[in-house]
């Protein structure tokens, strides 16, 4: 193997790991291009407005293609109003479109009607109930993620990196995740997978509040998903349902 292929593979390694976790990629990326720079394969865009404003631009440049994963739960109802006729319009150019969201999102009226409008015209939603970062893909030619919440931004043009995330982070993703036309009946499986998720949580020892921020739903509905839980494994307490996760995963395991 030559020394290039073996540089490459560990920057795809290394880059796997950014993708899990957006906070190291900003060590990796600076690193491989200063953040006071302009252009080159990673460029970093601070603050929002500064970050939307760019995105927009590369969106209406004759889009043929986006990719998206969008964690967090819920879209805003005034973001969704905002990007419904653009998003109709790249569709109407003939743009292939698919988004990932959390599974929190089917219990949310606006992110439905969002979703059911835009199914009509061929945009493809799925949701997964497993938390991932967030990542948005133009053309196979820009990536963005982000470096510091949603503050800071890399955007991301080395074509090798942008394969890479396609193939390895993207479609992974999208292969797991289950349809979503917008239907207000939330399907037994997206129950199922969510509460999973939930338990493998809790018996990793992970508290509440990250469980929810996770997962992109509110404390109260990851209790009201917890309480329902108690009733189905007929226990009192969270210390009991823990007791009883813990024991059926072992035997799962044996």
Do not use: C
Request: hydrophobic share 40%.
């Amino acid at each position: 193997m030559s020394l290039s292929s073996v540089w490459q593979r560990q920057a795809l390694e290394l880059l796997t790991h950014a993708v899990a976790i957006p906070t190291d990629f900003a060590e990796l990326a600076e690193a491989f291009h200063g953040p006071d720079k302009i252009g080159g394969p990673i460029e970093y865009l601070h603050g929002k407005a500064v970050i939307n404003q760019r995105l927009q631009q590369e969106m209406a440049a004759g889009m043929t293609e986006g990719l998206a994963m969008q964690p967090g739960g819920p879209r805003p109802p005034e973001l969704l109003a905002a990007g419904l006729e653009r998003d109709l319009k790249s569709l109407q150019r003939g743009a292939s479109m698919r988004t990932i969201y959390n599974a929190s999102t089917r219990y949310h009226q606006p992110t439905r009607e969002y979703v059911a409008r835009l199914a009509r015209e061929g945009y493809q939603f799925r949701t997964l109930d497993e938390p991932y970062a967030r990542l948005l893909i133009v053309d196979r030619r820009l990536a963005v993620l982000p470096v510091d919440g949603d503050d800071v931004a890399a955007f991301v043009r080395d074509p090798a990196v942008i394969t890479f995330l396609v193939e390895e982070v993207f479609e992974r993703n999208w292969s797991r995740a289950l349809a979503f036309d917008g239907d207000a009946t939330v399907p037994q499986e997206v129950v199922s997978r969510l509460r999973q998720t939930i338990i493998d949580l809790l018996l990793s020892g992970t508290n509440h509040r990250v469980i929810a921020r996770r997962l992109g739903i509110s404390e109260r509905t990851l209790a009201r998903h917890i309480a329902e839980m108690r009733d189905d494994y007929d226990v009192d307490s969270l210390f009991q349902l823990g007791y009883v996760l813990g024991r059926a995963s072992h035997q799962k395991n044996d």
